[in-house]
């Protein structure tokens, strides 16, 4: 059978069973889940004599929801087991992880979400690019209007250089979007090495994502192996969550459903600028960038909008003047 969603017309070849008996095992796999699975094993054991019954596999959409313990999940559902004028928290992750029951990390962001006083509304899609999960998930999300959207997908809907696309995220209510990752690599690895996230993860799940303007939290899961099988000779791995690492991402979002419902002019707004290597003249430094300028713009766009901004220096040199009047962390001014 292809190890793919793709046909392979060789295979078909080389196999010494019906076509159509082919293409039913390989769409057991293709859609994958529990379901598909077990009849996946009820359907071979019938090839070989048994008497079972099996069913014909079952296609999972692109894109859906999903509530542990509910194998068909509606919005009304999932809606009974919230609590009244509580804020929705949507959480987005793969499909795989549907398709492989791989969800340990999924249920306890869910239930972490509850322990704060939010609702969760978890949702899985094939990818945030894909047309039709996309559509699926802004429509989810139109009807819903959640609070805050905490995101496990990895790499970027926009692309640099071009106009900025947050995607099926762009509706109506703006909420927050915090980045969640699902580590690929091992916990063990994590704690033991100085540079925290492979460079997989960093690209996947931080460097890109930001190009959409969400904002990372932390990972919150790592690959463990769940147990040795000895039939197949495989380790079966899936992600194992941290508890006290959720706890924080669930708090994090919390605290972000309060600052959105406090109004604009009570909120307390701190901007914080690089300074490294520590001397005055590195204060705000990025490649390329005016950072003093892009913050006196924000201070301007951020009165507009309502904020209790007054006394914006002039320009971006004023502020620095400002800035390095009071103490800095130049190493020649700790003296």
Not at 111 to 138: C, M, Q, Y
Not at 260 to 273: A, C, F, Q, Y
Not at 284 to 298: F, R
Request: glycine share 8%.
């Amino acid at each position: 059978l292809p190890g793919d969603d793709q046909p392979d017309a060789e295979l078909i070849t080389l196999s010494n069973l019906d076509a159509v008996v082919q293409h039913r095992l390989w769409q057991y796999l293709v859609h994958g889940g529990s379901e598909n699975a077990l009849d996946f094993i009820d359907y071979t054991a019938f090839l070989i004599g048994h008497e079972t019954e099996w069913r014909e596999p079952r296609p999972l959409v692109r894109a859906g929801l999903y509530w542990p313990g509910l194998t068909k999940n509606d919005l009304d559902q999932i809606r009974s087991n919230w609590i009244n004028a509580r804020p929705v928290a949507t959480l987005v992750f793969y499909r795989a992880l549907i398709q492989s029951g791989n969800l340990l990390a999924v249920d306890a962001i869910i239930e972490g979400l509850i322990e704060v006083g939010l609702n969760p509304l978890p949702i899985f899609v094939v990818s945030l690019k894909d047309k039709v999960a996309a559509a699926i998930l802004e429509d989810i999300l139109e009807e819903v209007s959640p609070a805050i959207i905490l995101n496990s997908t990895g790499f970027a809907v926009s692309a640099p250089g071009k106009d900025w696309d947050p995607g099926p995220f762009d509706i109506k209510v703006e909420p927050m979007i915090l980045q969640v990752v699902f580590s690929g690599g091992n916990k063990a690895s994590w704690q033991d090495e100085t540079r925290g996230l492979s460079a997989r993860d960093i690209a996947m799940n931080v460097a890109l994502p930001e190009v959409d303007g969400r904002v990372f939290t932390r990972a919150v899961s790592f690959k463990g192996s769940d147990r040795r099988d000895d039939l197949t000779q495989i380790d079966l791995v899936r992600y194992e969550p941290v508890k006290d690492r959720i706890g924080y991402v669930c708090r994090l979002a919390q605290a972000w459903v309060c600052l959105r419902e406090t109004d604009v002019s009570e909120r307390r707004i701190g901007l914080i600028l690089a300074n490294y290597p520590n001397r005055d003249g590195r204060i705000g430094n990025g490649v390329g960038l005016d950072t003093p300028e892009s913050v006196i713009q924000l201070l301007k766009a951020m009165k507009t909008t309502g904020y209790d901004v007054a006394n914006i220096p002039a320009d971006g040199n004023a502020l620095i003047d400002r800035l390095i009047a009071g103490p800095t962390n130049a190493v020649e001014s700790l003296n």
